[in-house]
């Protein structure tokens, strides 16, 4: 069965420095997700995406986060500098159409721990 | 309060026994659905209910929508030590592209 997939699975950062986040979406989904989850909260919508550009995003999603479909199975979270509150638990799904008509495929997450 | 708020936050029941959870929200949705993650995984779709819909099955799960108290009820029948995990509400609301709103989530334990 299709599933979303995440690199890497944990990722260790100093605060200040750039990481990428990656993800490759079920192959004929058309809309992309990125979620945070802090530890012990609930689940919280940054961005989606559809036809190569950002459809909606969240007060969370400032000029220091941005996203990409650089080849048209990945689809990347870049973080330019990282701060200790943006440690959590990063998830990427995907959807066949926008989760208004359907289920989003939620990957197993990145945990991004910034020290 | 926030939006998509479940009760109970924690429920520990005995295998066999049936567990509801509750879920509210307060703006208007497309549809709500329903996700299962276990401890430090990835979120699990369970099920989804359109706002024309009032009730619907699936296998041992049961979701009520009652759109005039902008609320749902997840329903798990016969419950097993493997339903162990944190549920949650979430709104596909407002627009198409799909944004999700999650409530805080129902942490569910199931004794064996």
């Known amino acids: 069965e299709p599933e979303v997939t995440q690199t890497p699975s944990h990722q260790v950062t100093q605060m200040g420095q750039e990481v990428i986040l990656r993800c490759v979406p079920i192959s004929n989904h058309l809309y992309f997700y990125w979620y945070r989850q802090i530890l012990g909260q609930k689940v919280e919508f940054l961005v989606s995406?559809?036809?190569?550009?950002?459809?909606?995003k969240s007060e969370i999603f400032d000029d220091q986060f941005s996203v990409e479909r650089p080849d048209g199975s990945n689809f990347t979270l870049k973080i330019r500098s990282t701060k200790l509150e943006d440690s959590a638990m990063y998830f990427c799904?995907?959807?066949?159409?926008?989760?208004?008509?359907?289920?989003?495929?939620f990957g197993p997450g990145t945990r991004l721990t910034v020290l | 309060s926030q939006q998509g708020e479940e009760d109970p936050q924690a429920l520990s029941i005995q295998e066999g026994e049936n567990a509801t959870m509750n879920c509210s929200y307060k703006?208007?949705?497309?549809?709500l659905q329903w996700y299962r993650q276990n401890s430090g995984r990835g979120l699990v779709h369970l099920i989804l209910?359109?706002?024309?819909?009032r009730e619907k099955h699936s296998g041992r799960l049961r979701v009520t929508l009652d759109t005039s108290k902008k609320s749902s009820s997840l329903l798990i029948t016969a419950s097993r030590a493997a339903d162990t995990a944190s549920y949650f509400c979430?709104?596909?609301?407002?627009?198409?592209?799909?944004?999700?709103?999650f409530g805080q989530g129902t942490i569910l334990t199931v004794h064996p």
């Open positions: 703006t208007s949705i497309n549809n």
């Open positions: 979430a709104n596909a609301g407002g627009t198409s592209y799909g944004k999700l709103t």
């Open positions: 995406f559809y036809n190569n550009e950002i459809s909606e």
């Open positions: 209910i359109r706002s024309n819909e």
């Open positions: 799904a995907s959807s066949p159409q926008g989760a208004s008509y359907n289920e989003q495929f």
